[in-house]
């Protein structure tokens, strides 16, 4: 079994800062992505940022030089998504994706369950 869980969403005036957690535990034995996708209402999931384990990162053009992924070198199961200047655009549900090799041999895709990002005008 593998499990991913946010955290760290909430209301923030345009213009403004957050960050989210995301962290992975299970049976991994090696994590291979962590990346960040947002689904706004009546819109598809998008991919917003993506970090892979050789430290390369890929983001949304919409949020390049705003928002910043991190990972936690002490605990490399977890990831950080800085977002700074945020839009009101920028409002939706965050999800966290972890892409891992399991300890029985398996490569599995695992979703959190979401945290919501709110940015008032």
């Known amino acids: 079994q593998v499990q991913v869980v946010e955290s760290g969403g909430g209301l923030v005036q345009a213009g403004g800062s957050l960050r989210l957690s995301c962290v992975a535990s299970?049976?991994?034995?090696?994590?291979?992505?962590m990346g960040w996708y947002r689904r706004a209402p009546g819109k598809q999931r998008e991919l917003v940022a993506v970090l892979t384990s050789g430290g390369s990162t890929n983001y949304d053009d919409s949020v390049k030089g705003r928002f910043f992924i991190t990972r936690n070198n002490a605990n490399k199961n977890t990831v950080y998504l800085q977002m700074y200047s945020l839009k009101p655009e920028d409002s939706a549900d965050y999800y966290c994706n972890a892409n891992v090799d399991t300890d029985w041999g398996s490569r599995v895709d695992t979703w959190g369950q979401g945290t919501q990002v709110t940015v008032s005008s």
């Open positions: 299970g049976r991994i034995s090696a994590i291979n992505t």
